[in-house]
Antibody, heavy 121, light 108 residues
């Protein structure tokens, strides 16, 4: 079964750091572009970051550029999001998501269950 | 950045009725790179439609997507009890990718 499972969320103080992980299974992880998308409960989805299949290219939303870093370890079938200088407005559920097609961009077809990040003192 | 505006905000309908959801983009969406997702409370979104009109694997044929350029529509021909949820449109042709604010389909 194709699955994504996030971990690493929790409560962190403003200015703090957190690293999210996403374990992939059931598909050839190294062939797919991957994303992080976040959502304040009850609000719209917001794209955060994207990494291509071999990790050589990344993109970020302006709101997280310079603070967040997306990376992947294809040998471990794992996607990461290093979040530094966290702010209250980063509080959200963070989803790990896969592009539908191998090796290129497309709609987001596989979503993890999400991990909650709360930034508060 | 392409802004997606969905309407209406809430749709109150009965099972068996037809639902028509709209998504309007602030600029043309390239190559119809427009998708629709369904989200139920406490769950992750689920891909329903990609490429504006292609059903994703497992999407019932009562769901259909149409449109191009700046105007897109998701239609549910006859609502089943499990279809009451929030629906989001999403453009993936331009960076940054963006989502609409959602349309809630609720039981009347």
């Amino acid at each position: 079964e194709v699955q994504l499972a996030e971990s690493g969320g929790g409560l962190v103080q403003p200015g703090g750091s957190l690293r999210l992980s996403c374990a992939a299974s059931g598909f050839t992880f190294s062939s797919y572009w991957m994303h992080w998308v976040r959502q304040v409960p009850g609000k719209r989805l917001v794209w955060v970051s994207r990494i291509n299949s071999d990790g050589s290219s990344t993109n970020y939303a302006d709101s997280v550029k310079g603070r967040f870093t997306i990376s992947r370890d294809n040998a471990k079938n794992t996607l990461y999001l290093q979040m530094n200088s966290l702010r209250a407005e980063d509080t959200a559920v963070y989803y790990c998501v896969r592009d539908r097609l191998e090796g290129t961009y497309d709609a987001l077809d596989i979503w993890g269950q999400g991990t909650m990040v709360t930034v508060s003192s | 950045e392409i802004v997606l505006t969905q309407s209406p905000g809430t749709l109150s309908l009965s099972p068996g009725e037809r639902a028509t959801l709209s998504c309007r983009a602030s600029q043309s969406v390239s190559s119809s790179n427009l998708a629709w997702y369904q989200q139920k409370p406490g769950q992750a979104p689920r891909l329903l439609i990609y490429g504006a009109s292609s059903r994703a694997t497992g999407t019932p044929d009562r769901f259909s997507g149409s449109g191009s350029g700046t105007d897109f529509t998701l239609t549910v021909s006859r609502l089943e009890p499990e279809d009451f949820a929030v629906y989001y449109c999403h453009q993936y042709g331009s960076s940054p990718r963006t989502f609409g604010q959602g349309t809630k389909v609720e039981i009347k």
